[in-house]
Nanobody
Framework: QVQVVESGGGSVHIGGSLRLSCAAS????????MGWYRQAPGKQREWVAQ???????NYADSVKGRFIISRDNAKNTVYLQMNSLKPEDTAVYYC????????WGQGTQVTVSS
């Protein structure tokens, strides 16, 4: 079994920054990709960003230029640096770890307000 734990959420003002972390542990054979998703109240979960083992990354258009995803392969950890935050970034952020299967964390709340 693989455990996925997110951290780093919180409340921030418009234009502020937050850094999320996601650590995977347990029976990890090899991590293919790690990614971030988010779900705002009353909306479906949406993809935010992904980074594969080689380091290649991609982003949803809504966060491109503001968010940066990175990973530490030795620590099986992925980070999401979120800058220039907007109210529409408010959501629960989930980490997805893809090995032989997909594993999800419990989520961390991000709230952006004026």
């Amino acid at each position: 079994q693989v455990q996925v734990v997110e951290s780093g959420g919180g409340s921030v003002h418009i234009g502020g920054s937050l850094r999320l972390s996601c650590a995977a542990s347990g029976n990890i054979f090899s991590i293919v990709a790690m990614g971030w998703y988010r779900q705002a109240p009353g909306k479906q979960r949406e993809w935010v960003a992904q980074i594969v083992y080689s380091g290649a990354s991609n982003y949803a258009d809504s966060v491109k230029g503001r968010f940066i995803i990175s990973r530490d392969n030795a620590k099986n950890t992925v980070y999401l640096q979120m800058n220039s935050l907007k109210p529409e970034d408010t959501a629960v952020y989930y980490c997805r770890v893809t090995t032989r299967a997909d594993y999800w964390g419990q989520g961390t709340q991000v709230t952006v307000s004026s």
